[in-house]
Structures are given as C-alpha cells and as structure tokens.
C-alpha cells in the first residue's frame, strides 16, 4: 500500500491523507487482525482513533483483542500519532504505568517518515507482540484496562 | 519538492482561478504545495446559508485530472463516479455553490439532516440559517 504518494513529489495533505486512512479503516483491512476507526465523526481535525489488534499466534497474546488509542495531532503525518494501549498489556516498549508507547523503543515511532500509516503501526505492535523479547511475557488479566 | 514536475494543466486552472474568479468564489494554492488550495464559497443570496464564508480544503491527487479533486466529505456525483477529466476545479467549485443554493436531500451525506430537510423543510432552512451565523460568519 501507498498512502501519501511517496516518491512521486505529491505531498497529501494531512487533513485529505486522514480521509484515506479513514476510508481504508471502514472497507476493513486484511485480514481483521488488525482495525481501526474515528473516535469522533464530529470533530473535523481527526484527532482521536481507536485501534484493535488481535494477538498474534503462537504467543501469549494468542486469541486476545487489544484496544489502543492513537491520537494524531495536527502535525500528523509529519510527526507520529502518540500511541497508548488501553487495554493492560506487558511488552517491553509499553509504559507499565500508563500504557504508552514509549517512541524510543519502538522502531517505527522512532524512525518515523510521513507515509506510515496508523495500520502499519498497528502491524508493526502485533509482529513486535510475537517478538521473541515479548511473546512469553507474563500478562495482566484479559479485560483490564489502563 | 511538492511543487516540483507540477503538470501544465494544473498550472493554468491556477492562474485562471486566481485571474478571472468566479463570483462568490475564491481558491488559492498552498505555497508549499500547489496541489492543495485553500477555497472560500460565499453562500448564495436567497439561500439558507447566505451572508455565511465557507472554507474548504480542495486537493488534487496525484491521478488528477483523471481522477477528481478531493474535498473532504461532501456528496456530490461529479466528485465520484461522474467525474470527467473535461471537468475542472472551477466546475467543481460552481456544483459546490449550487448545492448551497438547491441542497440534495435524495442523496445526502448525513442522514438525519435529510430526514430532517424531507420532514420539516422550514425548520431545517431555520437550522441552516443559525448554523451559517454561528459558524460561517466569517469571524
């Protein structure tokens, strides 16, 4: 996929590039592993997403449904959406307090660059939720939140 | 880098715009990016929405003219499967204009305010008037 015409010199603009995230997100991608949807069909800035992951096999997120909450400010897509969980969740680039996603340890937050998209970071959560450092980490009990 | 290998037709739809406006109408390109222009619809006289300023974002996608200009979410047919290359972005802007003037409640956007316009037209007309002074005043 190539949201936001990378290589061709068309910028889109982050209000119109929202729209095709946003467009994408309601047609529903793959294979519904992972989803996302507009918090606030009122609020014209597109601020608050809520994203789902379905955990990955062969770990122990196997067969759960984790909620987060991305918010793209209005810098989006220059500067990256903040990005927390809510559902409680223990993985080594996740605040345990707060269920943020701390940009330092998460590669695609960190190296960020304008044509990523909330799926791709939603795709890139649920292959690091299978990551060898992360798939057999003790979790919180399904159900709990941040 | 956005306003590089900008194509012609593009070029001059601009300096047409800019040149010889429509009436009620005004659309200018972002410096950064000439693909996204920031446009300005007064709302038409003996419409709900007159004495309202209307800003909208237009965008022109990188398959332009062969696909059509993006506008955020409006409901109009030449914006998705009447799209023609023969159309331009003043051509777009004018349908905009006109369905301030004769709004479409057979092929809304939002539903309930279709319901709303199908139900109790004067009412709706009064919803749009408030709306336009509290919204599009242009304050």
């Not at chain 1, 982050?14 to 294979?31: A, V």
């Not at chain 2, 800019?18 to 990016?33: C, F, H, Q, T």
């Not at chain 2, 446009?39 to 419409?47: A, D, E, F, N, W």
Request: hydrophobic share 35%.
């Amino acid at each position: 996929m190539t949201l936001g015409g990378s290589g061709s010199g068309v910028v889109v603009p982050r209000n119109f590039r929202l729209l095709e995230e946003l467009e994408r997100g309601e047609k529903g991608i793959g294979d519904g592993s992972v989803s996302y949807g507009m918090d606030d069909g009122d609020d014209i800035y597109m601020r608050s997403w809520t994203g789902t992951i379905i955990g990955p096999h062969n770990s122990v997120h196997e067969g759960r449904i984790c909620q987060l909450k991305l918010f793209c400010d209005k810098d989006y897509p220059e500067k990256p959406p903040s990005v927390r969980f809510h559902s409680r969740i223990n993985m080594t680039c996740v605040s345990h307090e707060t269920g943020v996603i701390e940009p330092a340890k998460f590669g695609i937050l960190a190296n960020w660059q304008r044509e990523y998209t909330m799926e791709d970071i939603l795709t890139q959560l649920r292959k690091e939720m299978a990551a060898p450092h992360n798939r057999k980490l003790v979790q919180p009990p399904e159900g709990t939140f941040f | 880098m956005a306003n590089s290998n900008l194509p012609r037709r593009i070029i001059k739809e601009t300096q047409r715009l800019l040149s010889e406006p429509a009436p009620g109408i005004s659309a200018s390109p972002s410096e950064e990016n000439m693909r996204y222009f920031n446009v300005m619809i007064l709302g038409p006289t003996q419409s709900p929405y007159e004495g309202g300023v209307f800003k909208l974002e237009l965008f022109l996608p990188e398959e332009y003219p062969m696909a059509a200009p993006k506008l955020g979410r409006i409901c109009l047919d030449i914006l998705k499967d009447k799209w023609s290359p023969a159309l331009q972005i003043r051509t777009v802007l004018l349908s905009i204009q006109a369905l301030l003037s004769a709004p479409n409640p057979d092929d809304p956007l939002s539903d309930n305010i279709a319901k709303h316009w199908k139900s109790n037209e004067a009412e709706a007309v009064e919803t749009a008037k408030e709306w336009t002074r509290l919204y599009a005043s242009g304050a």
